[in-house]
């Protein structure tokens, strides 16, 4: 195959890819000029220039973590890049893109979100799951399909659910069938059983915007930090006490995996 004749796939260096841009839909490219981004974990595919990565516990980075970074369940998942050159973010064929904040605060489900500017502040939302992006910056988020952008008040099916930004949290309603059913009360009492789209959905008042994604599939949130046991990948061996057993967006995960136990 050469690449360089009509027809071929185009091949890209550090002159020709985007900054701060989408390379195409799965992949998006952030250039570092002496700068810092947050990442999480496993997010990054490949980059050019000279970039270090430091964990959220690294010395150096007290200041910028005080000012940037509040969310202590999810410290273990994500690492500072810092340095210049251009950096590609994807996650596993995902739609990927970029949105900016202005002064506004964004509800996002922890694992659809890649990578921030430090410009923005991290919070831990109250709504277990999900993370708030607070103040002006550019983030970089992944969806199970195109994202679709809607105004309140709206139900939402919760797997199509990606975030909201400058509303309130919603509440969760439940349809009359599934509140007086037999299962729909012993689901409301125990948890038990789940509930599809139709039953059960988050609802949102007010004024802002809620992001959903064009699928009602979570994305199956990989663990990071370690190598996956899969065949032809390198130290591939697994991590002793790990069940394999993905984590779902929306879970809290292994607290001891998060704090480092």
Not at 16 to 33: G, I, M, Q
Not at 37 to 57: H, T, V
Not at 63 to 84: E, I, K, M, N, Y
Not at 144 to 150: A, S, T
Request: net charge negative; proline share 7%; hydrophobic share 35%.
């Amino acid at each position: 195959m050469n690449p360089h004749m009509p027809g071929g796939p185009v091949v890209h260096d550090p002159m020709t890819l985007p900054s701060d841009d989408n390379v195409n839909a799965y992949t998006f490219c952030v250039e570092l000029k002496g700068s810092q981004w947050f990442l999480q974990k496993g997010k990054m595919i490949a980059y050019y220039g000279s970039i270090e990565f430091n964990g959220i516990g690294h010395g150096r980075l007290d200041r910028l973590v005080r000012t940037s970074f509040h969310s202590p369940l999810h410290a273990s998942d994500w690492v500072v890049a810092q340095g210049s050159g251009k950096m590609l973010l994807a996650d596993r064929s995902f739609d990927v893109n970029s949105y900016d904040l202005d002064n506004g605060n964004l509800t996002i489900r922890s694992g659809n979100l890649l990578a921030y500017q430090p410009t923005l502040a991290l919070k831990q939302s109250i709504v277990p799951g999900f993370l708030t992006l607070i103040g002006t910056g550019k983030f970089v988020a992944a969806s199970n399909g195109p994202v679709v952008f809607m105004e309140p008040p709206i139900r939402v099916d919760p797997q199509a659910l990606v975030g909201w930004a400058d509303c309130p949290s919603p509440c969760h309603h439940y349809d009359h069938g599934y509140m007086s059913g037999v299962m729909g009360g012993v689901r409301a009492l125990t948890g038990l059983g789940g509930a599809s789209g139709e039953e059960h959905q988050f609802e949102f008042v007010g004024a802002g915007t809620v992001l959903l994604q064009s699928s009602e599939a979570l994305m199956a949130e990989q663990a990071t930090g370690h190598v996956p046991q899969q065949a032809g990948v390198p130290g591939g061996h697994g991590t002793p006490g790990q069940s394999g057993v993905p984590r779902m967006p929306g879970q809290l995960g292994d607290l001891q995996r998060r704090f480092g136990l």
